[in-house]
């Protein structure tokens, strides 16, 4: 028998795909092109602090994309096989546990790998410039980079191991990468701030990959040589850890056990709190059957906005702790902008995930081939989602919206110059509004990839890709050509004012929303049966997964004929 034969397998497979060959390509692009972004804007700096900007950056970012590899790439790479019923049927055969999970995470974590050895020559650029980057931290900052990388994959692999839904399994990797990274060290801060301790003690800060990473630098690197390596095994420990328990769990946690009294007894006592009894589902049922169907479907279960109200209350309890702490301090604009940026990007995460698994769950059950069969139209069955996600978050989203009209308020109240007034209230104002769009962009946009994409975690990636990423990087090379043609010209041209670059970011946003989900409203109200009917569609080339909606409106034979043609 051939070892490790999976692994052997989705390596033959992966050298004969085309993305396996264009991302190596694409990544070292992409971090060329943003080097050279960076080093455009910073034409003014000396070359040591131009350096010096350009290696933290394309370090910090290589280290970023590493850690969230995990939840992307590998979180559903055993759970899938899980849902499918296809995971038994492995260890049918002479397969062990850690044949399965090795030849998973090289299925899952090949682009992952390929992308961070594209990406580590180019951190040796800022090199070239002269002054401040050292040979050693380079080999430092790659061995970080590559051991982050190997621990979020890991972690992947094992929420996987442990979970059945693709969510919760990178909800779970998410989290255990964030206990390690962020939430000890603040844990070791709180503690040193309550001690009035002059740093943060050492264990906590051990296993975090940021701790690693900020060692990695010749200053701390020469003070602290020792707890740099420390901090690199820890982690690298609990990456083989992760890898271990996930081979144990793998061969027994696709088996259906008989539930002990206990089980059973907190089973129903979940299912009472989450649906309620007998005599609140039965009338439950009937105010909502009468409302529309798909209401009552998607939003039969009571603990989905219970989850969203429980994270707002954290975030305020943290607010009066710092509040209590920290007094005037705290009310500042940068507390303002982080708290705003948090709630909305958790308000935008969460609908969208709730939005793509709402079809997708429904078509895998089943039960939107038996809606499908009713009379119901479809646009019946679209509506009953919108009240479903309304019913949601309509609560949470206003509480965010009166909050962040305070601190608008705030800001303007502390605003000395009029100028400075109306830029924070235009950037509030920004700011709330392109919420609301980006929140009804994202429904329309999760209902269409959820009921066509391949699994949960790639309709998610691929809504909040449209929605949230594609207008960042359509700011940054327009700020890029801004910065060229400052450089280029001979004259002495003003620079563009905040109106400029505010009103850029606003109508970028405003037009991806539009663009991306008009155009997946039409498909929803044309292609919705068709859709629904596949298991799943023809994978087609990038820019027709991105932009095909943008098709003509074509119907019949006339709708194939386009299909056939291109």
Partial sequence: MTFLPIVSRELRLAS???????LRSGAALATMLLGTWLFLLFQGQSPKELAVALFCVLTGGGVLFALLSGPRSTADCISEEKREGTLGLLFLTDLKGYDVVLGKLVAGSLNSFYTVVAILPTIAIPLLLGGGITLSEIGRMSLVTINALFFSLTMGVW??????SAQKAAALSLLLILLTTAVLPACGALIAAAHSAPRVSAPFLVSSVGFTYYLSFDAPYKSAKLWFWWSLGIVHGLSWLGLILASVITPVSWQDRPLGDNSLMWRQR??????????????????????NPVLWLAARGRTKAVGLWLFLGVIGCVWAWGWWKFRREWLNEGIYLSTAALLNLALRYWLAGEATRA??????????????????????????????????????????????????????REAVPDEDRSFWISLWIAIMVMLVADLVALYAIGLWQGLTARNPLRALGGTLARVLVLPWIAYGAVLLLVVLAQFGSTGNHPSPGWQFFLGLWFGLGIGADLLFGISSWQRLLTEFRRAAQEQYGV?????????????PHVSGVAAENWEIGH
Wanted: charged letters at 25%; proline letters at 2%; one cysteine or more.
């Fill in 270 to 291: 979940w299912k009472a709190w989450s649906f309620g009894n007998q005599l609140q589902r039965l009338a439950f049922r009937r105010r909502l059957l009468d409302i």
């Fill in 539 to 551: 994978r087609s080339d990038f820019w027709r997964r991105w932009f095909f909606s943008l098709k």
């Fill in 159 to 164: 929420a996987s191991a442990m979970s059945r």
């Fill in 16 to 22: 004969r795909r085309r993305a396996t060959y264009w």
């Fill in 359 to 412: 079809l997708a769950d429904q078509r895998k059950t089943g039960a939107l081939e038996l809606l499908l069969s009713t009379p119901m139209r479809v646009e019946e069955i679209l509506h009953g989602q919108w009240l479903a996600l309304r019913r949601q978050f309509f609560g949470p989203v206003v509480t965010v919206l009166i909050v962040e009209t305070l601190f608008m308020l705030g800001c303007a």
